[in-house]
């Protein structure tokens, strides 16, 4: 099986590659990535010899056409991933995020190639913090920022091309992930890396928000199980019961590095912050039978330290620029 996964050089796409090398030899791997600030190669080193690296956008129509006609499935990761930067500057998302994956649907309608969408739980807005209601595949489309906005339109693309074209698509919705690879500008990784700087974490506004966290290893294995066994057209939520809310991470942190509970500092509140994510992935265990295999997050989190202090090398280049960014921003 020849598989295109686009974005395949940033945090998710290089896990699902390293996982799809370790897990299924008979696959042959090629990789579009552009190489934002957010790809690395680095992130493939360890499957270098195993993996094709093209280096390019899903926005160019001719190489994308190329790289799927030769290809029987295409991942699709490749977008803008980071809500405050989409605060910053919305243009490179609508770019990729939508011109980008229009053109990957207009290449897989052509060729005929099955396609899988990775989408956010953030096209579904927030939920208030004492609702006991979760997102399911029914929930609204409600977008708050730039960048889930073009996600969700990227969904609603995928979509119409199912219907109106018979474009052989699945889509899924995941929540918050962590683990290895992950761009240091995010939570978690962020606060693991100042921490290992001997810097106070930082938390946005009061902390209250809630994430619904999952190990991105747990998210890949629902990706190959859609691919494998999910219905074309269906829309399969990701997640794995993991609602935490912001302090409550920064303080099993600083537990983890052997520090107290409050050494951290409260910085300014990101603009028209989502409160709370919770995904029902009720539809993916009882349809797909998957289950996730990294139910204690405390574990998980330690295993994400160690893993940011033996790997120094690989963060430490973009470490001074993106706390100069966020500085700027006073956060
Ligand atoms: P990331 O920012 O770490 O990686 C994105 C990758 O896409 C990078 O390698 C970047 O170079 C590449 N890219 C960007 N623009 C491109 C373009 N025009 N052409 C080709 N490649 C391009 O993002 P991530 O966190 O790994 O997210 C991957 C996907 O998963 C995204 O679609 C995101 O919306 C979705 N998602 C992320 C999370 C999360 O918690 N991180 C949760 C749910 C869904
Ligand atoms: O829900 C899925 C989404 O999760 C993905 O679609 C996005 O690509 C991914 O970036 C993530 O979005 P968030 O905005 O939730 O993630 P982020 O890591 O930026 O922030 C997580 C929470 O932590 C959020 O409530 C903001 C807060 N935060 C973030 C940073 C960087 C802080 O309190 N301090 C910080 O320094």
Same mark, same amino acid.
């Given at each position: 099986m020849r598989v295109l996964v686009t974005g395949g050089a940033g945090f998710i796409g290089s896990n699902f590659v390293h996982q799809t090398v370790r897990e299924r030899p008979e696959v042959r791997v090629t990789v579009l990535d552009a190489l934002t600030y957010a790809g690395d190669r680095e992130s493939l080193a360890p499957v270098a010899d195993k993996v094709t690296l093209v280096e390019g956008s899903i926005t160019d129509a001719a190489l994308v056409d190329s790289l799927v006609a030769d290809s029987d499935l295409v991942v699709h990761f490749a977008a803008e991933s980071h809500n405050d930067n989409s605060l910053n500057d919305p243009s490179p998302f609508v770019q990729t995020n939508l011109i980008g994956t229009f053109t990957l649907l207009e290449a897989v309608r052509k060729h005929g190639v099955r396609f899988h969408h990775i989408s956010t739980d953030e096209v579904y807005g927030d939920l208030e913090l004492d609702d006991p209601a979760k997102f399911t595949p029914d929930t609204p489309y409600n977008p708050s920022s730039p960048y889930s906005s073009t996600k969700a339109g990227s969904d609603l693309l995928v979509r119409a091309w199912? !219907?109106?074209f018979g474009v052989q698509a699945t889509i899924s919705n995941c929540s918050n992930n962590y683990g290895p690879y992950q761009h240091i500008e995010k939570f978690i990784p962020r606060q693991i890396t100042n921490l290992i700087d001997g810097v106070r974490p930082k938390l946005y506004g009061a902390g209250e928000n809630v994430r619904d966290w999952i190990h991105v290893e747990d998210h890949n294995s629902a990706v190959w199980a859609i691919i494998e066994r999910g219905r074309i057209g269906e829309t399969y939520l990701i997640g794995a019961d993991g609602e935490k809310?912001? =302090?409550e991470v920064v303080e099993t942190l600083l537990e983890i590095f052997g520090l107290a509970k409050d050494d951290f500092e409260h910085v300014k509140d990101r603009p028209g912050h989502d409160l709370r994510y919770a995904i029902d992935a009720t539809? =993916? !265990?009882?349809? =797909?039978?998957?289950?996730?295999?990294?139910t204690d997050f405390e574990s998980g989190l330690r295993a994400t330290v160690d893993w940011y202090k033996a790997n120094e090398a690989w963060w430490r280049p973009a470490k001074q620029a993106t706390e100069a960014k966020y500085a700027a921003q006073g956060q």
């Open positions: 199912v !219907r109106s809310n912001n =302090l539809k =993916l !265990r009882d349809e =797909l039978g998957w289950t996730p295999k990294y």
